[in-house]
């Protein structure tokens, strides 16, 4: 199997407008074919060239597409964000936060009309609409990543209006329901600002 062929069999595992990454089909063809990077990224472009159904998003992201009456069919965004901001399989490196977050646990009824998203990739480049990326106090990890979305809950720097019954006790039983480490929050609240303690305080003694 040559190397187009290989590109072809990677490309073609995928559903349509899942995001596929030139860095993945490299590491895939180096696996089983003695090449490297450069020459594989010409392959992937000649591919490119010869299928119309296999769409350059931007530089180092395709997807395969369908022909539609209005053209060809969009990437999936969502699996784009989860991508390129989230997370992988191997890390977690950002989480939704603010009134998205918000909204989605039960502190509010308000639909933000952006998804706010902290992450470590906060300096990537965004040509997505409606995404807010935000820098992190700390570095993003899979094990602290809750912490952060409580610890965020808790500062609510975008004046997000709580009008649930009883605030202090969604963000408890969100704690609870999660399994986040109370001395966790309490470690990573170093890096908030004192009223965030406080705050925490109030939460831990319901």
Known sequence: MNIIELIDKYVNKYNIGTPIYSKDICEYVMGLYYTNVNVINEYIHRYEEKHDDFIRYRKGIYYRAVKTPFGFS???????????????????????????????????????????????????????????????????????????????????????????????????????????????????SKYYNKSVLFKLQEVCCL
Not at 128 to 139: A, E, F, H, Y
């Open 74 to 188: 969009n990437i999936d965004y969502n699996k784009l964000i989860h991508d390129l901001y989230l997370c992988n399989i191997d890390q977690v490196y950002g989480y939704i936060s603010g009134p998205t977050l918000a909204n989605k646990i039960g502190l509010t009824t308000q639909i933000a009309k952006e998804e706010y998203i902290v992450t470590n990739n906060n300096r990537v480049v965004s040509d997505i609409d409606n995404i807010k990326l935000i820098k992190p106090p700390v570095v993003v990890t899979r094990d602290n990543y809750k912490i952060l979305q409580v610890l965020d809950l808790l500062l609510n720097k975008y004046d997000v209006y709580y009008d649930c019954e009883n605030p202090n006790k969604v963000i408890y039983n969100y704690i609870i329901d999660n399994d986040i480490n109370f001395e966790g929050l309490l470690y990573y």
